[in-house]
């Protein structure tokens, strides 16, 4: 089963600590004094989850993207007889 992708982002409240950068430098890069998401970065990687939990000032959030939106459940419906 492949792992869920995430769309990652960086908010303003980022001090620049560059943590992340260290953790996940695959991710993340520093540009000026703040933290942004690389371009093409692997969303997949298994430190995302490790850096947004770091950030001192949880900057960092993390959004899994259903890329399968046929994936529902059976739903069968259930209708009385007239
Ligand atoms: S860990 Fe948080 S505060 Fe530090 S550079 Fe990354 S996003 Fe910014």
Redesign the pocket.
């Known amino acids: 089963m492949t792992k869920p992708k995430k769309s990652v982002a ?1 908010n303003e409240t ?8 260290s953790m996940c430098p695959r991710v ?1 890069e520093m540009n000026g004094s ?2 942004v998401i690389k371009k093409d970065a692997p969303m997949d990687d298994d430190m995302i989850d490790d ?1 947004i939990e ?4 949880y ?2 959030s993390a959004e899994e993207l259903d890329d399968d939106a046929s994936a529902e459940e059976d739903s069968d419906d259930y209708q009385m007889a007239a």
């Open positions: 960086v980022c001090i620049g600590c560059q943590l992340c950068v993340f703040k933290s850096a770091s950030c001192p000032v900057a960092i």
